[in-house]
Nanobody
Framework: QVQLVESGGALVQAAGSVRLPCLDP????????MCWFCRVSGKGREFVTA????????NYADSVNGRFTISRDHAKNTVYLKMNSLKPEDTDIYYC???????????????WGQGTQVTVSS
């Protein structure tokens, strides 16, 4: 059973920053890609960013490109989402997720974390 554990959710002021770790506490395993999604009211979960297993390729939604950065630390089994220049519209629950096969990273992943809340005040 794959378990992904997010943390780092916080209340921050606009223009501030936050970093969200996503830990896979189980045995070291290989995924095709790790992603972050957020929950958009009435639209389900929306793609934010993804990184391939080797860390050589990343993808970002247009709304966060240039402000958010995804990275990974294999030694710690952890993927990070660094969120800079935060805006009130970034307020949401952010979910870590994993793809186990070669698919478009914007499609529904195979595994999800429980989510962590980020609230940006104006």
């Amino acid at each position: 059973q794959v378990q992904l554990v997010e943390s780092g959710g916080a209340l921050v002021q606009a223009a501030g920053s936050v970093r969200l770790p996503c830990l896979d506490p189980g045995r070291a395993r290989t995924f095709y890609a790790m992603c972050w999604f957020c929950r958009v009211s009435g639209k389900g979960r929306e793609f934010v960013t993804a990184i391939n297993w080797g860390g050589s390729s990343t993808n970002y939604a247009d709304s966060v490109n240039g402000r958010f950065t995804i990275s990974r630390d294999h030694a710690k089994n952890t993927v990070y989402l660094k969120m800079n220049s935060l805006k009130p519209e970034d307020t949401d629950i952010y979910y870590c997720a994993a793809h186990t096969t070669l698919v478009a990273v914007t499609t529904a992943p195979d595994y999800w974390g429980q989510g962590t809340q980020v609230t940006v005040s104006s």
